[in-house]
């Protein structure tokens, strides 16, 4: 499948899907708030992004094969945080589908979307360490409370408990008492949940204890600003050095640091 085809194939899944989406709106209680763009770097316009994450110096991203038959295997790579550079890839071999990517007590896990297994690896080799077979559909994946936070394309997150990935704990994310479908690639910061809602460019900000919105993030800005036919944002890792947070997208040229200019509203507002 060529990549224009792999794209009008996404399309009519997104628009699909909005239309899944159409009785839980995004649009709700929770407040947009603040933002201001802080550097600019480059990534690789190929990437299909699907998670996000740092470690040390360098980012972790897994990159998918964009829909189902894609040609274009998946990958998971270690790229240069500053200059976007990828300094070593390994490739996930069709037809299995890369996607979320965190790193828990030094092991770099991800996810795959449709098969229902995933794997770890070392963060400093991409060397495979270990597969383990998980029940539900993979998007997003980050770490809290001491395991792996993941995400299925619905409204529920789950807790995973390593290594055997046992479902420990679940919430459903919503905003207004509306469950809010579409969680995908995530990230802890300061005890509040980002995850990207596909198909859309915007982030849910979300207390991980009960799964409401607490805000949410209008970076619809940032499409306008990379080049090429480019899919929605996808991708979000915290600089536990700055606080500042990096996000990027599917086939984005462009990788943006950004940070918040006003506070998260309390959870029990
Ligand atoms: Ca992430």
């Given at each position: 499948?060529?990549?224009?085809a792999r794209r009008l194939a996404c399309t009519i899944a997104a628009i699909a899907a909005a239309l ?46 964009c829909c189902p038959g ?129 198909p ?31 899919d ?38």
């Amino acid at each position: 499948m060529t990549r224009a085809a792999r794209r009008l194939a996404c399309t009519i899944a997104a628009i699909a899907a909005a239309l899944v989406l159409a009785g839980t709106s995004l649009a709700g209680g929770a407040p947009a708030i603040g933002w201001r763009l802080v550097d600019t770097r480059p990534h690789d316009p190929t990437a299909f992004a699907q998670g996000l994450v740092r470690y040390g110096e360098v980012l972790l991203e897994g990159t998918g094969a964009c829909c189902p038959g894609g040609t274009v295997p998946s990958t998971v790579r270690r790229v240069d945080a500053r200059t976007g550079e990828v300094l070593d890839r390994r490739v996930i071999p069709l037809p299995l589908w890369a996607e979320g990517v965190t790193v828990l007590r030094g092991t770099a896990w991800h996810l795959t979307f449709y098969d229902g297994v995933a794997f770890s690896f070392s963060p400093a080799t991409l060397e495979q360490a270990s597969r383990v077979d998980y029940p539900f559909r993979g998007w997003g994946l980050t770490v809290h409370g001491g395991r792996l936070l993941a995400s299925d394309g619905t409204s529920r997150l789950r807790w995973l408990r390593v290594p055997e990935l046992r479902v420990t704990k679940s919430v459903v994310v919503r905003d207004a008492g509306r469950p809010v479908a579409g969680i995908n690639e995530l990230e802890m910061l300061g005890g509040v949940l980002w995850a990207n809602v596909w198909p859309s460019d915007r982030i849910a900000l979300i207390d991980p204890a009960s799964g409401q919105v607490r805000a949410w993030l209008d970076l619809s800005s940032l499409r306008r600003r990379v080049q090429g036919d480019v899919d929605v944002l996808n991708g979000i890792a915290r600089d536990p050095v700055t606080g500042h947070v990096v996000v990027t997208g599917k086939f984005w040229n462009r990788m943006f640091v950004i940070r918040l200019t006003e506070p998260v509203p309390s959870a029990s507002r």
